[in-house]
């Protein structure tokens, strides 16, 4: 089957979709920012995207294509971050990349590997 490739982020959307398209990735799951009379107010639409909200949003993202989670014999999730925990323990291939030293710890405790892209 088909690769799906997403980024899954805790950033804005008005900042990371310019570099999901400049990288040619047709999926972006993102902070939405909430707007009122085209304002931005400090808020978040719906679900953040951050920690275990990244798993709602995947999921949700996924169920809209007809796709769960299962649908796929492989899955791969890089992060740098400690706080994408929830969401390396869930696919098949975590990858920790120049991670937080928590991150890094786990990481090396459970064996996942650790890369450096610096």
Do not use: C
């Not at 996924?62 to 769960?68: Q, Y």
């Not at 969401?87 to 890094?104: G, K, N, R």
Request: no cysteine; hydrophobic share 40%.
């Amino acid at each position: 089957s088909d690769a799906i490739v997403a980024i899954v982020t805790a950033t804005n959307s008005f900042v990371t979709g310019p570099i999901a398209r400049h990288f040619g990735i047709p999926h972006l799951i993102a902070t939405i920012p909430a707007q009122e009379n085209g304002e931005f107010t400090g808020k978040v639409r719906g679900e953040p995207a951050f920690r275990g909200g990244k798993i709602v949003r995947v999921d949700a993202w996924l169920e809209s294509m007809g796709l769960h989670r299962g649908s796929f014999a492989r899955s791969w999730f890089y992060s740098d971050s400690h706080n994408d925990l929830p969401l390396l323990e869930q696919v098949t291939h975590p990858i920790a990349v120049d991670p937080d030293s928590t991150l890094e710890e786990h990481a090396r405790r459970v064996g996942w590997p650790v890369i450096s892209l610096r």
